[in-house]
């Protein structure tokens, strides 16, 4: 028997987001954000029809879900700030509704123990923001900084972890390269662009909670994805890996920990002639304002091998004429989402953490499983024997208790999620959470097998196997 004892302080909780969580009433006074206008125009690009206003209903029942929380032993947990729901035209009037809710929110999560960690951007543009141009428009940024500082005073008083973004290379990736998030485009010169405004955005943030004198920490999620070679005695391979680390991991881990973008990636996107546009100022903004604390997001790694196949121009420069995607054979994976599942690679992000950023403070801040059709896993008392999420956070907390005990400074560990949420265009495909959501009848909750299993985790400070 080995034990996995974490520190008495460490953070044990989920995240979540405003979006995939609140639902929408009349009366609430919420505006439109992107994912209202894309699924209003387009509903059949959701899975079962199933759109952002139909989600778990935290809206109503937050005071449920917390107690729950508390039930499945969380000390800390994540959501975002919706800002179509604060300030339903992007900028302007505040919505006097989604302060009484957020502040209620907040106090409630207080009340109970539970630390409320604070999200502002969850890929969640407000429409009008959107169709101006969204993060292509430098006014976007302007928006952003003023919704943050909205924010910080009106809530700052009792949250002390705020977080500029979550993955803000999603809406560069999704939106803007690879067409699974609105607007659907193709090009490398517009995601960049969305990218060095994401980065600016965040570090204007940081700069106006500083000025205004709060006194928590103040951070940037991100979504990182180790980059394996093919073949590690391959020098092609290697610098096929490197180059997508580039683009996809330091593009936003360097402006944000270290305050500079990496040389080596602006002398390919120079290359590719898709430098963005700014204004020599901002790269002391960006300098002058790094981040107090990283939470990493981690799912799955990449995989890559020297590029083989021959350049696709067809929607210009992507970062794909670098190297190939590649396929390793004896690959573990969740079929339900498509996504390998590889453990080790949560240590050897830590580890890049602690060796190349010097030991930055960080958290996993998102980490979990999607199952599709869990119900047929329910027992006779209505809960879900969900073993399989059970094995999946054990295996990776092994990796996460090495990394601890080789110097890594990670401060917790937050599951995605904690009652099953919507996940965009896959709606309520499949299922992450602690806590089970019955959709058919009346959104009632009934935590899972993991969730009783990750009281004792937390209570015990780890676990024994
Ligand atoms: C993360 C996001 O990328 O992964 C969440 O922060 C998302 O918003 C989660 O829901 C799981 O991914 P998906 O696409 O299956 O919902």
Same mark, same amino acid.
């Given at each position: 028997?080995?034990a996995?004892?974490?520190?008495?302080?460490f953070?044990?909780?989920s995240?979540?987001?405003?979006?995939q969580t609140?639902?929408?009433l009349?009366?609430?006074g919420?505006?439109d954000?992107?994912w209202d206008?894309?699924?209003?125009?387009?509903?059949?690009?959701?899975f079962?029809g199933i759109?952002p206003g139909?989600?778990?209903?935290?809206?109503?029942?937050?005071?449920e879900?917390?107690a729950?929380?508390?039930?499945?032993?969380h000390?800390s947990?994540?959501?975002?700030?919706?800002w179509?729901?604060l300030?339903?035209?992007?900028?302007g009037a505040?919505?006097?509704e989604?302060v009484?809710?957020?502040?209620a929110?907040?106090?409630?999560?207080?009340a109970?123990g539970?630390?409320?960690?604070?999200?502002?951007h969850?890929?969640?543009?407000?429409w009008s923001?959107?169709?101006a141009?969204?993060?292509l428009?430098?006014?976007?940024?302007e928006?952003?900084?003023?919704f943050?500082?909205?924010c910080?005073?009106?809530f700052?008083?009792r949250?002390k972890?705020?977080?500029?973004?979550?993955?803000?290379?999603v809406?560069?990736?999704?939106?803007? %390269? +690879?067409?699974?998030?609105?607007? =659907?485009?193709?090009? #490398? @010169?517009?995601?960049?662009q969305?990218?060095?405004?994401?980065? $600016?955005a965040?570090?204007?943030a940081?700069?106006?909670y500083r000025?205004l004198?709060?006194?928590?920490?103040?951070?940037?999620?991100?979504?990182?994805?180790?980059?394996y070679?093919?073949?590690?005695?391959?020098?092609?391979?290697c610098?096929?890996?490197?180059?997508?680390? %580039? +683009?996809?991991?330091?593009s936003? =881990?360097?402006?944000? #920990? @270290?305050g500079?973008f990496?040389?080596?990636?602006?002398?390919? $996107?120079?290359e590719?002639?898709?430098l963005?546009?700014?204004r020599?100022?901002?790269?002391?903004?960006?300098?002058?304002n790094t981040?107090?604390?990283l939470?990493?997001n981690?799912?799955?790694?990449?995989?890559?091998k020297?590029?083989?196949?021959?350049?696709?121009?067809s929607?210009g420069?992507?970062?794909?004429?670098?190297?190939?995607?590649y396929?390793?054979?004896?690959k573990?994976?969740?079929?339900?989402?498509?996504w390998?599942i590889?453990e080790?690679?949560?240590y050897?992000?830590?580890?890049?953490?602690r060796?190349?950023?010097d030991?930055f403070p960080?958290?996993?801040s998102?980490?979990?499983?999607?199952?599709?059709?869990?119900?047929?896993?329910?027992?006779a008392?209505?809960v879900i024997?969900?073993?399989?999420?059970?094995?999946?956070?054990?295996?990776?907390?092994r990796?996460l208790?090495q990394?601890l005990?080789e110097?890594?400074?990670?401060?917790?560990?937050?599951?995605?999620t904690?009652?099953?949420n919507?996940?965009?265009?896959?709606?309520?495909?499949?299922?992450?959470?602690?806590?089970?959501?019955?959709?058919?009848h009346?959104?009632?909750?009934?935590?899972?097998?993991?969730?009783?299993?990750?009281k004792q985790l937390a209570?015990e400070?780890?676990?024994t196997d």
């Amino acid at each position: 028997m080995t034990a996995y004892n974490f520190p008495q302080d460490f953070w044990w909780g989920s995240a979540a987001s405003g979006p995939q969580t609140e639902g929408r009433l009349p009366g609430d006074g919420k505006g439109d954000n992107v994912w209202d206008h894309w699924f209003q125009a387009a509903p059949e690009k959701f899975f079962d029809g199933i759109g952002p206003g139909q989600t778990s209903q935290v809206y109503t029942k937050f005071r449920e879900d917390v107690a729950l929380m508390k039930a499945t032993g969380h000390n800390s947990f994540r959501t975002s700030i919706q800002w179509s729901r604060l300030l339903p035209k992007g900028t302007g009037a505040v919505n006097p509704e989604a302060v009484k809710f957020y502040n209620a929110y907040i106090d409630e999560l207080l009340a109970q123990g539970i630390e409320p960690f604070i999200n502002l951007h969850h890929f969640d543009l407000p429409w009008s923001l959107q169709a101006a141009g969204g993060w292509l428009n430098r006014e976007t940024v302007e928006a952003y900084v003023e919704f943050a500082k909205t924010c910080f005073t009106l809530f700052g008083d009792r949250v002390k972890k705020w977080f500029t973004f979550n993955e803000p290379i999603v809406p560069v990736e999704a939106g803007y %390269l +690879y067409q699974f998030h609105y607007p =659907l485009h193709t090009s #490398l @010169k517009e995601a960049v662009q969305v990218g060095f405004h994401e980065c $600016l955005a965040s570090a204007l943030a940081v700069a106006a909670y500083r000025e205004l004198k709060q006194d928590g920490e103040i951070g940037v999620i991100l979504n990182l994805s180790p980059s394996y070679p093919r073949d590690e005695n391959n020098p092609a391979d290697c610098q096929a890996a490197h180059r997508a680390n %580039l +683009y996809f991991n330091r593009s936003f =881990l360097d402006p944000a #920990l @270290k305050g500079s973008f990496p040389p080596e990636l602006i002398a390919l $996107l120079k290359e590719q002639d898709c430098l963005p546009v700014y204004r020599a100022t901002d790269l002391t903004t960006i300098k002058d304002n790094t981040i107090d604390l990283l939470g990493v997001n981690y799912y799955q790694p990449r995989r890559v091998k020297a590029k083989e196949t021959p350049l696709d121009h067809s929607h210009g420069p992507m970062p794909e004429d670098y190297f190939d995607v590649y396929d390793w054979p004896a690959k573990k994976i969740n079929p339900y989402r498509g996504w390998e599942i590889y453990e080790k690679g949560l240590y050897d992000l830590l580890i890049d953490v602690r060796d190349n950023y010097d030991n930055f403070p960080c958290f996993i801040s998102e980490n979990g499983m999607g199952v599709e059709g869990e119900a047929r896993y329910r027992n006779a008392d209505g809960v879900i024997e969900d073993d399989y999420r059970i094995t999946f956070i054990k295996d990776h907390l092994r990796y996460l208790h090495q990394a601890l005990a080789e110097g890594c400074k990670v401060r917790g560990y937050h599951v995605w999620t904690c009652v099953d949420n919507w996940s965009w265009t896959n709606a309520y495909k499949n299922r992450y959470g602690l806590i089970s959501v019955d959709l058919e009848h009346d959104a009632s909750r009934t935590i899972k097998k993991s969730g009783h299993w990750f009281k004792q985790l937390a209570e015990e400070h780890g676990f024994t196997d």
